[in-house]
């Protein structure tokens, strides 16, 4: 059974900076890719930024240059490093993996909730 935990979000003012953790219970290598989905209240889930196993990323046009994600092989976690947050932000924001890259999202952590104040 995989797991993925995620960790780090909160309450922070506009302009300010987290840093969302999502630690896997194997090696995350084991994964085509992993990602970052936001849903916020009354809208849509989007995919905000996902990493292959090869290394190479994709951000949702609306984070580009402000979202980071990133990942520590050693400590089988993906990062995603969120700057100059905007109150359009606010989200539950879910850590999912993919195993094959035809395949859906195969595993989903619990959600953290991301509120930033204007």
């Known amino acids: 059974q995989v797991q993925l935990v995620e960790s780090g979000g909160g309450l922070v003012q506009a302009g300010g900076s987290l840093r969302l953790s999502c630690a896997a219970s194997?090696?995350?290598?084991?994964?085509?890719?992993m990602g970052w989905y936001r849903q916020a209240p009354g809208k849509q889930r989007e995919l905000v930024a996902s990493?292959?196993?090869?290394?190479?990323?994709n951000y949702v046009d609306s984070v580009k240059g402000r979202f980071t994600i990133s990942r520590d092989s050693a400590e089988n976690t993906v990062y995603l490093q969120m700057n100059s947050l905007k109150p359009e932000d606010t989200a539950v924001y879910s850590c999912?993996?993919?195993?094959?890259?035809?395949?859906?999202?195969?595993?989903w952590g619990q959600g953290t909730q991301v509120t930033v104040s204007s």
């Open positions: 999912a993996a993919k195993s094959y890259a035809s395949s859906p999202w195969d595993y």
């Open positions: 194997r090696s995350i290598f084991r994964f085509n890719a």
């Open positions: 990493i292959s196993s090869g290394g190479g990323t």
